[in-house]
Nanobody, 113 residues
Framework: QVQLVESGGGLVQPGGSLRLSCAASGGIFSMHTMGWSRQAPGEQRELVAT???????NYADSVKGRFTISRDNTKNTVYLQMNSLKPEDTAVYYC???????WGQGTQVTVSS
């Protein structure tokens, strides 16, 4: 059974930075594309970033140039470095493995002064 556990969320001021981590267990982590999605109150879930097993990345236009997704296959962990955070980045952030539709429990990110 695949499990995804996020950490690293919190409260940050506009312009600040946070790094989210997602530890995966079960399955063969290195073989799969991983991603981060987010959902703000009253909004639909939005795919923020993905990274393939070979390290190719893709980003939503809303975060391009500010967020960086990366992975460490030796630690079965995927990261999301978030810089220049804006209030509109406030959301619950979810780690996801699209193959098999696996999701973590989410971690809250709040950007506010």
């Amino acid at each position: 059974q695949v499990q995804l556990v996020e950490s690293g969320g919190g409260l940050v001021q506009p312009g600040g930075s946070l790094r989210l981590s997602c530890a995966a267990s079960g399955g063969i982590f290195s073989m799969h594309t991983m991603g981060w999605s987010r959902q703000a109150p009253g909004e639909q879930r939005e795919l923020v970033a993905t990274i393939t097993r070979t390290g190719s990345t893709n980003y939503a236009d809303s975060v391009k140039g500010r967020f960086t997704i990366s992975r460490d296959n030796t630690k079965n962990t995927v990261y999301l470095q978030m810089n220049s955070l804006k209030p509109e980045d406030t959301a619950v952030y979810y780690c996801t493995r699209p193959m098999g539709n696996y999701w973590g429990q989410g971690t809250q990110v709040t950007v506010s002064s």
